[in-house]
T-cell receptor, first 116, second 110 residues
Framework: EAGVVQSPRYKIIEKKQPVAFWCNPI?????LYWYRQNLGQGPELLIR????????DSQLPKDRFSAERLKGVDSTLKIQPAELGDSAVYLC??????????????FGAGSRLTVL | QKEVEQDPGPLSVPEGAIVSLNCTYS??????FMWYRQYSRKGPELLMY????GNKEDGRFTAQVDKSSKYISLFIRDSQPSDSATYLC??????????FGKGTTLSVSS
């Protein structure tokens, strides 16, 4: 069974340019998460989806970040315009639907963004 | 003060050593405690999962949770070079997504 698939794995862009990351979760996993991991830090939640609905986006910088999960499967995370401080690894994870805190997350390999 | 505190290390041990990794937390509502292992340029993978207090053992790995002290530990026995990775503690209550510590980088030399 394929795990969580993310693309691109690496992206280098100039500041003020847009960038988008794509995630395909494990089949049957209704909950999808986007985390950001800065160098030397643990992952920090950006947004959590239950099916198509964003149920927790309190940590998403909405002035420049947007996310969507059409049809409740794949998801896209966009940054426009990118800033130097956005350089990080963007991790997508998925889990079976259930009590949020009890869910076991399966992570993808991440998309590493470098903003020059 | 962050909700979850974890000493980032780095921690270097010889092969065969016993390793102790720890996290403290401030939110008494946390009930679910996990340890994830992350190899370089990979996503985190679940290592241990514990609900509420107590111990859990899986092979060379033992997870302990002390809710009265708000302290969790991961012990690795007979450490191997393949255990060299970053270990992330993570925890949550019933309504929120996981909150992670900074991670501790472990290096096991042969």
């Amino acid at each position: 069974e394929a795990g969580v698939v993310q693309s691109p794995r690496y992206k280098i862009i100039e500041k003020k340019q847009p960038v988008a990351f794509w995630c395909n979760p494990i089949s049957g996993h209704n909950t999808l998460y986007w985390y950001r991991q800065n160098l030397g830090q643990g992952p920090e939640l950006l947004i959590r989806y239950e099916n198509e609905e964003a149920v927790d986006d309190s940590q998403l910088p909405k002035d420049r970040f947007s996310a969507e999960r059409l049809k409740g499967v794949d998801s896209t995370l966009k940054i426009q315009p990118a800033e130097l401080g956005d350089s990080a690894v963007y991790l997508c994870a998925s889990s079976l639907e259930g009590t949020a805190g009890a869910n076991v997350l399966t992570f993808g390999a991440g998309s590493r963004l470098t903003v020059l | 003060q962050k909700e979850v505190e974890q000493d980032p290390g780095p921690l270097s041990v010889p092969e065969g050593a016993i390793v102790s990794l720890n996290c403290t937390y401030s939110n008494s509502a946390f009930q679910y405690f996990m340890w994830y292992r992350q190899y370089s340029r990979k996503g985190p993978e679940l290592l241990m999962y514990t609900y509420s207090s107590g111990n859990k053992e899986d092979g060379r790995f033992t997870a302990q949770v002390d809710k009265s002290s708000k302290y969790i530990s991961l012990f690795i026995r007979d450490s191997q070079p393949s255990d060299s990775a970053t270990y992330l503690c993570a925890m949550s209550d019933s309504g929120t997504a996981l909150i992670f510590g900074k991670g501790t980088t472990l290096s096991v030399s042969s």
